[in-house]
């Protein structure tokens, strides 16, 4: 089992940037493609971005593709997510995700169904 700790969130300006950090604990890191999702109140929890165990592939949704951007550092068993020109559509629960890579493709990496480990989440709050 792994253990997930996001960190980072707050309350921005639109037009401004937050950058998210997921830390992970009790497993080799390497040994999961990691996502986002977010969940707005009143809305389901939706994939946000996502990237695999080596950090070669990334995806995003279509609402954040170009201003977020994904990375992971597996040495420090942390996964990012740098937020740029924040919308206030963008105003939700962060949750980062695990999936672990002998049971999950990346092709399902857009699907919750894929991961099997959650943190608590992080609010994230833009303002107009």
């Known amino acids: 089992q792994v253990q997930l700790v996001e960190s980072g969130g707050g309350l921005v300006q639109a037009g401004g940037s937050l950058r998210l950090s997921c830390a992970g604990s009790g497993r080799t890191f390497s040994n999961y493609h990691m996502g986002w999702f977010r969940q707005a109140p009143g809305k389901e929890r939706e994939f946000v971005s996502a990237?695999?165990?080596?950090?070669?592939?990334?995806y995003y949704a279509d609402s954040v593709k170009g201003r977020f951007t994904i990375s992971r550092d597996n040495a420090k068993n942390t996964v990012y997510l740098q937020m740029n020109s924040l919308k206030p559509e963008d105003t939700a629960v962060y949750y980062c995700?695990?999936?672990?890579?002998?049971?999950?493709?990346?092709?399902?990496?857009?699907?919750?169904?894929?991961?099997?480990?959650w943190g608590q989440g992080t609010q994230v709050t833009v303002s107009s």
């Open positions: 990237i695999s165990w080596s950090g070669v592939r990334t």
């Open positions: 995700a695990a999936a672990p890579i002998t049971r999950t493709l990346v092709d399902d990496l857009r699907q919750a169904r894929g991961y099997f480990y």
